[in-house]
T-cell receptor
């Protein structure tokens, strides 16, 4: 089992739709979690951090389910500009290196 | 705004050439990182540094070396470029205080290297 797994997609949704991605992780002792957004041919940028049960920022909600070892990202009222790849990142703690998922591709269509 | 600047956006080099990739950050960050990103493989850590003149190997250090002579600058060196080092190289920095990997990573725009 990979340490961090994401459905690569692509997820094709119409504007205004609600879409959710999951990310599963294998190390139950992982400390913190992040969602990064990466536009085509651009660098990743932090979207949200998740340290406890969840986090909300406008249209974006991240939730952590420690029992089932996954985090989710929910995007409400999708915009064309949300089209990007969303990277799940896990901090396993003890100053060990971050573990990156391969990303989930989202395309929001007019 | 934090700015991480990578010196070259696109490079084309020949097999066996020595390649320098430079990265400068302007926010006095303690930690700096070099990643490469390849389709199907994601981001892989090459080297990182948590202080001037300090360096630590990441997951794929073979064929690479780094230099951090000043806090703001972290250089990646390919001593003898090979075709399998064709990739997107991303430099990043973090403030510190939460360990090398606890904080938000700020990335440069990337350097796309092609080795012929």
């Amino acid at each position: 089992r990979k340490e961090v797994e994401q459905d690569p997609g692509p997820f094709n949704v119409p504007e205004g739709a609600t879409v959710a991605f999951n990310c599963t992780y294998s190390n139950s002792a992982s400390q913190s979690f992040f969602w990064y957004r990466q536009d085509c041919r651009k660098e990743p940028k932090l979207l949200m951090s998740v340290y406890s049960s969840g986090n909300e920022d406008g249209r974006f909600t991240a939730q952590l389910n420690r029992a089932s070892q996954y985090i989710s990202l929910l995007i409400r009222d999708s915009k064309l500009s949300d089209s990007a790849t969303y990277l799940c990142v896990v901090n396993p703690g003890n100053n060990r290196k971050l573990i990156w998922g391969l990303g989930t591709s989202l395309a929001v269509n007019p | 705004d934090v700015k991480v600047t990578q010196s070259s956006r696109y490079l084309v080099k020949r097999t066996g050439e020595k390649v320098f990739l430079e990265c400068v950050q302007d926010m006095d960050h303690e930690n700096m990182f070099w990643y490469r990103q390849d389709p199907g493989l994601g981001l892989r850590l090459i080297y990182f540094s948590y202080d001037v003149k300090m360096k630590e190997k990441g997951d794929i250090p073979e064929g690479y070396s780094v230099s951090r002579e000043k806090k703001e600058r972290f250089s990646l060196i390919l001593e003898s470029a090979s075709t399998n080092q064709t990739s997107m190289y991303l430099c990043a920095s973090t403030l510190g205080g939460q360990g090398a990997f606890g904080g938000e990573l700020f990335f440069g725009e990337g350097s796309r290297l092609t080795v012929l």
